[in-house]
């Protein structure tokens, strides 16, 4: 009886957790194609922003637009930044000043004169499914 009461609760709660996922379609364009590697990163707090990454992917940068399909926890606001690692050293080059070196592009399409901030790169996520295009520079 035991065993049977846990397995339905186990179910149940396999099935609300799969109800709050959310799926988020990236689509990125102006990739330098047959140049190393596109990296997606997710944020999902705002003091971790540039610092601890929540979700990250990598697709080959094989053609000029690439979409990267995101299946996020639970509904919220998330900030993006993507680069395209054209060394594939696994990691944004940048020059003396913080100014990167390497195309990069954020949520929203946002183009900063100075660092980013989690705000300026959020992409808020209140239904299933959302798609953003995000162009690099």
Avoid: H
């Avoid at 930044?81 to 949520?107: A, S």
């Avoid at 660092?115 to 239904?127: E, Q």
């Amino acid at each position: 009886m035991k065993t049977t009461i846990l397995i339905m609760l186990a179910i149940f709660a396999s099935a609300f957790a799969k109800a709050q996922q959310v799926k988020m379609n990236i689509n990125v364009s102006n990739i330098e194609p047959g140049k190393g590697t596109v990296v997606l990163n997710v944020y999902d707090k705002k003091e971790d922003f540039l610092k601890k990454v929540f979700l990250s992917k990598t697709l080959k940068a094989n053609a000029s637009t690439l979409t990267f399909t995101l299946d996020l926890p639970k509904k919220g606001t998330y900030a993006v930044t993507i680069f395209q690692d054209l060394d594939d050293n696994k990691k944004l080059k940048q020059d003396w000043f913080g100014i990167p070196q390497e195309p990069v592009g954020y949520g929203n399409n946002f183009k900063p004169s100075a660092k980013p901030r989690f705000n300026d790169c959020a992409i808020t996520l209140n239904s299933d499914l959302v798609t953003q295009a995000i162009k690099l520079f």
